[in-house]
């Protein structure tokens, strides 16, 4: 007994040694790394990172501390290197491409499918428990197999059913802000907080249907929001800390589980309504859809429809907002912009003598405001990085790079879209007539949101395993913005006018690209047609 107290002793002191080397002397745990850790070839030496790691959480908050300058320092780095630079997750190296060549062939079939995987789970634990089954964490395998059956979820005839839930919405916003204006020339509103409310309440309308009251609609968004702003916090990323019995990490387990439960008995009460009887097809609730789709006699199990369910409220819900929060701050810097989109807007409005929106031209509908739209998320993509691919096989060639098994690969988007050897010399430029001049790219007269333009336009990710609910993204900012800004318009307030077209309103919260809280609040008044 006394010799297993000794080793146990011996050994705490040993790793509190180290953590203290590792603190203490950060040129030392970056060297460590690299001996053990950095599986990453360039030109026969291991490709270093340009910012030195730093205990535990290697080089994120680097980029958390001051983003613009990490984002030149990548770009000034690639230049040397192929475009390629190294981050630090954590212990583990992740190799950043910003070149477009090797992006391509990143997102291609031979790297996607067959030499990487995604393993989301090993870098943030939270999604692992939240999204477990769901298309945005499972291996390249059995993401074929679900892809092919949720796809019969998402299908066209599906969009349009779903869009007249996303107008219904969007009235209500548009009678809160005019309720906020009642007796005022103009109001002061939070827009984050505005777009969070829309997004949450219309991801839940489409996911759940009439299953859930709209109290419990916004309940369980308001948990679902709040469990992936906790879950995203970088000491999350530590398995020991989000699995431990400490009440913050508990707490977040928790909320979780309700989640699941949640689904789970609408799943399977839908289940067994579908076997005693005929259940008529009903639009607006993706669960059921999800229940219902099939590939060849191949449906997914309970457990896959509860975790896919949340996997588009996350893909719904955060990203939405923040790709709209983005979207108005730029707009209110830009006031002659945002005048020729209300020109467009109200030229439509007139010739449908002021009814509602057509589902028409929520899919396809305003070409110059569409790509505005299509520019604000080019330059502010609510997701920063594409989802990691790990290496499944040794020595895998991506250029002049050769990387060891389970080395992770990524591209920083907001870089790709500051490059001028991807947009060309204007590309840090708001320049939304740059789609308008592109043959590519287009629908009908109007400009196609989630179109990759051949790979260049990342936002939607890109490749075999872009994002599956991106029409639905594109009928929901385009609908939203079209209702906002054929009543109101959006100023930024006094204190921050010095601060427009400066490239500031942003920040990185570890792989998100998220608004400034304290940009978020604009100046909103009546539109005087």
């Known amino acids: 007994m006394v010799y297993v107290s000794t080793v146990i002793t011996g050994l705490i002191?040993?790793?509190?040694?180290?953590?203290?080397v590792a603190v203490c002397f950060p040129e030392y745990y970056a060297l460590f790394l690299?001996?053990?850790?950095?599986?990453?070839?360039?030109?026969?030496?291991?490709l270093k990172a340009f910012s030195s790691p730093t205990f535990p959480f290697g080089t994120i908050f680097h980029k958390i501390n001051d983003p613009k300058n990490w984002m030149a320092r990548s770009l000034e780095f690639g230049?040397?290197?192929?475009?390629?630079?190294?981050?630090?997750?954590?212990?583990?190296?992740?190799?950043?491409?910003?070149?477009?060549?090797?992006?391509?062939?990143?997102?291609?079939?031979?790297?996607?499918?067959?030499?990487?995987?995604?393993?989301?789970?090993?870098?943030?634990?939270?999604?692992?428990?939240?999204?477990?089954?769901?298309?945005?964490?499972?291996?390249?395998?059995?993401w074929k197999r679900q892809h092919r059956v949720a796809t019969r979820g998402m299908g066209s005839k599906h969009i349009k059913a779903y869009t007249p839930v996303v107008i219904e919405v969007i009235k209500r916003v548009v009678q809160d802000?005019?309720?906020?204006?009642?007796?005022?020339?103009e109001v002061d509103i939070d827009?984050?907080?505005?777009?969070?409310?829309?997004?949450?309440?219309?991801?839940?309308?489409?996911?759940?249907?009439?299953?859930?009251?709209?109290?419990?609609?916004?309940?369980?968004?308001?948990?679902?929001?709040?469990?992936?702003?906790?879950?995203?916090?970088?000491?999350?990323?530590?398995?020991?800390?989000?699995?431990?019995?400490?009440?913050?990490?508990?707490?977040?387990?928790?909320?979780?589980?309700?989640?699941?439960?949640?689904?789970?008995?609408?799943?399977?009460?839908?289940?067994?309504?579908?076997?005693?009887?005929?259940?008529?097809?009903?639009?607006?609730?993706?669960?059921?859809?999800?229940?219902?789709?099939?590939d060849e006699g191949d449906t997914l199990t309970d457990e896959e429809v509860v975790h896919n369910v949340y996997a588009f409220a996350g893909a719904g819900i955060d990203t939405t907002s923040t790709g709209l929060t983005h979207l108005m701050i730029t707009l209110a810097e830009r006031p002659e912009i945002q005048e020729k989109m209300a020109e467009e807007i109200l030229a439509a409005s007139n010739e449908r003598d002021g009814k509602d929106l057509t589902i028409d031209e929520s899919l396809a509908g305003f070409p110059y405001t569409s790509a505005v739209i299509k520019e604000s998320l080019r330059l502010f993509p609510p997701v920063g990085a594409l989802p990691f691919r790990h290496c499944?096989?040794?020595?895998?060639?991506?250029?002049?790079?050769?990387?060891?098994?389970?080395?992770?690969?990524?591209?920083?988007?907001?870089?790709?879209?500051?490059?001028?050897?991807?947009?060309?010399?204007?590309?840090?430029?708001?320049?939304?007539?740059?789609?308008?001049?592109?043959?590519?790219?287009?629908?009908?007269?109007?400009?196609?949101?989630?179109?990759?333009?051949?790979?260049?336009?990342?936002?939607?990710?890109?490749?075999?395993?872009?994002?599956?609910?991106?029409?639905?993204a594109a009928v929901e900012f385009r609908s939203i913005v079209a209702m906002l800004l054929e009543k109101f318009e959006f100023r930024l307030l006094p204190e921050h006018e010095h601060l427009a077209k400066k490239d500031?309103?942003?920040?990185?919260?570890?792989?998100?690209?998220?608004?400034?809280?304290?940009?978020?609040c604009l100046r909103v008044k009546r539109r005087v047609n």
Request: charged share 30%; aromatic share 10%; net charge positive.
């Open 13 to 20: 002191f040993v790793v509190f040694s180290l953590i203290t």
């Open 34 to 46: 690299d001996t053990f850790f950095n599986g990453i070839v360039y030109k026969g030496k291991t």
């Open 79 to 142: 230049k040397d290197h192929s475009g390629f630079h190294v981050e630090w997750v954590l212990h583990k190296a992740v190799l950043v491409v910003n070149d477009f060549d090797l992006v391509q062939k990143l997102l291609g079939l031979e790297i996607t499918i067959k030499k990487t995987t995604r393993k989301g789970d090993e870098t943030l634990p939270v999604l692992k428990k939240l999204f477990g089954k769901g298309l945005f964490m499972i291996r390249s395998h059995e």
């Open 177 to 185: 802000i005019e309720k906020k204006l009642e007796g005022k020339d």
């Open 191 to 294: 827009v984050l907080e505005m777009f969070q409310s829309f997004a949450s309440e219309t991801t839940m309308r489409i996911l759940f249907g009439g299953e859930l009251s709209q109290e419990d609609l916004l309940r369980t968004g308001k948990k679902f929001c709040d469990c992936i702003f906790e879950g995203m916090r970088p000491i999350n990323m530590l398995t020991l800390y989000f699995k431990s019995p400490l009440p913050g990490p508990t707490k977040l387990r928790n909320d979780i589980d309700e989640l699941h439960a949640i689904s789970s008995e609408i799943v399977k009460k839908f289940r067994k309504d579908m076997k005693e009887k005929d259940v008529e097809e009903e639009g607006g609730a993706l669960l059921k859809a999800l229940c219902r789709a099939s």
């Open 392 to 472: 499944t096989v040794s020595n895998v060639k991506l250029g002049p790079a050769t990387l060891a098994k389970n080395t992770p690969i990524s591209a920083w988007i907001p870089t790709t879209a500051r490059s001028e050897s991807w947009w060309g010399p204007d590309a840090k430029e708001f320049r939304p007539e740059r789609f308008l001049e592109m043959k590519e790219g287009r629908r009908g007269e109007s400009v196609d949101i989630t179109h990759p333009l051949g790979g260049k336009f990342l936002t939607f990710s890109g490749g075999v395993r872009s994002c599956i609910g991106k029409k639905l």
């Open 504 to 520: 500031q309103h942003w920040e990185i919260n570890n792989f998100l690209f998220k608004p400034r809280e304290d940009r978020c």
